[in-house]
């Protein structure tokens, strides 16, 4: 709070000890700052780049399935949705689906060298990442009716 690096004081109950040895109350204290108007001009709006790096640097805020998704989901999508639009573009749309899924044969399109890629990530990376938020949801299901940790249980069934 503002208002606490303002004074130096010695809490005594709820009350503040001024500088002068006199007794004031907080809220004394906090009316007399709120009639004290400054004008000051508006504060400049973020960069980008701040915007960015307040972003990166929030990552240990969040945590499980939120964190994994922003961190380490959305990129790996983005990989593979501009692979398979990069796909799209050059072989066509239809045949950059059916190599997706495995239907056609990298090597039956019109570029096999990038069709290889779409066809390797459409059998690991988009059944990885699904896979991997649905063991998450799973595993946080679990632990959330879980009595005992599962440290624990380990412990117990190693000692006897």
């Given at each position: ?11 005594t ?10 007794l ?19 504060a ?8 960015l ?18 961190f380490?989901g ?6 593979y ?12 749309w239809?045949?950059?689906y ?5 239907i ?7 570029s ?33 009716r ?13 000692d006897?």
């Amino acid at each position: 709070m503002a208002l606490d690096r303002l004074l130096p004081r010695i809490h005594t109950g709820g009350n503040v000890a001024g500088l002068g040895g006199r007794l004031v109350s907080r809220s004394d204290v906090e009316s007399s700052l709120s009639r004290v108007s400054l004008d000051l001009p508006p504060a400049p709006p973020d960069r980008p780049s701040e915007r960015l790096r307040r972003w990166w640097r929030s990552r240990g805020q969040r945590e499980g399935l939120r964190y994994w998704l922003l961190f380490r989901g959305a990129p790996a999508l983005v990989a593979y949705g501009l692979l398979f639009v990069l796909n799209g573009l050059i072989i066509g749309w239809r045949s950059a689906y059916d190599v997706n899924i495995g239907i056609t044969s990298p090597a039956a399109t019109a570029s096999p060298a990038l069709a290889w890629p779409l066809s390797i990530a459409g059998w690991l990376v988009a059944p990885g990442i699904a896979g991997a938020v649905a063991g998450y949801v799973v595993s946080s299901s679990i632990r959330s009716r879980r009595r005992k940790r599962i440290d624990n249980l380990f412990r117990e069934h190693a000692d006897g």
